[in-house]
């Protein structure tokens, strides 16, 4: 895939719970043009859900707090968290920023009231209940990989 938009994205998870989802999470990454992937908390392990090998293409990053990763977030880049709330904006009607982290929040709890605040934009993605991390994150990658040229 060539990538047609300027800019670059970069998607994590914090304090994710089962480490098939970052492998999992990786490899959409690499397939939708993440230039990072990254976690907060709980460490990566190697995952057999990482078939294409992905951290051969792209980097991992490991930040042991939020405070952590907020304090590194690259220069003029937007957080997009993405959790149901009533500060949501549904993904249908989200323009993507074109330097941008997406924040998954962990499997059991997703992300908290403060770090909610703390991102630039939340966005939504359709139905009442959360999905599981891997998919949520893949699924917002493909939407703006089929908005680029929009």
Known sequence: ????????????????????????????????????????????????????????????????????????VPYSCKIIGIEISDKSTPIVNFIHPQRCVYLLGSENSGLSEKIINRCHEIVQLPGEYCLNVAVAGSLVMYDRYQKRNI
């Open 1 to 72: 895939m060539k990538n047609k938009q300027r800019g670059y994205f970069g998607i994590g998870i914090y304090n994710c719970v089962k480490d098939v989802n970052i492998g999992t999470l990786w490899r959409s990454s690499h397939i939708f043009g993440s230039s990072f992937i990254y976690t907060i908390g709980n460490k990566y392990k190697k995952q057999s859900s990482d078939t294409m090998k992905s951290w051969r293409h792209i980097p991992l990053f490991h930040y042991e707090t939020f405070e952590e990763f907020y304090e590194n």
